[in-house]
């Protein structure tokens, strides 16, 4: 009887058809709200990518699958905060090699108006922006996604949006912000 997986492969697990399914559907999702987390497409592979190993390794202990989007979404979150958290403290290493150019990208003008605004942010402000007015997670959600209250959650959204609107300008109006009059 022939063997489910090749020498090359390893042994397959029970779970990896059910998360084959799950990152078909959804890895486009997870990598577009890295993207908004960061602002640059290399980086946001990198933490959908990590978020979804995670999400594999946790797989078998997933009891409730009704709930992987939400999950997956704090994976995401959580990666990006600590890799902010931890670049702090990294130093930069000079060498005489050019540094990479970035892919040109083909973004429209407000996409790009867009992230260079959420770009200014801070961390913690942007995540709270992307959950709530990207993602349309609601305050209680985006605070369970954070791990914090949802007066933190409103606090930093108002924070964020008044600097948005200081870096916006007038063309802070015309953004379709779910919710907003």
Known sequence: ????????????SPWDGEFARYFGERAHSLRSTAYLLCGDWHRAEDLAQAALLKLYLAW?????????????RKIVLRTFLAENRRSR??????TDAPPDVPAPAAETEHDQLIQQALAALAPRQ???????????????????ALGCRTGT???QAARGLATLRTRLGPH?????VPGRR
């Open 1 to 12: 009887m022939p063997s489910r997986s090749s020498p090359a492969s390893g042994p397959s």
């Open 126 to 144: 942007r995540a709270v922006l992307v959950l709530r007015y990207f993602e349309d997670l609601s305050v209680e959600e985006t605070a369970a």
């Open 153 to 155: 959650v409103k606090s």
């Open 172 to 176: 802070f109006e015309a953004l379709p």
């Open 89 to 94: 403290w990294k130093r930069e290493r000079l």
């Open 60 to 72: 078998p202990r997933l009891a409730r699958h009704d709930a992987l989007d939400a999950y997956a």
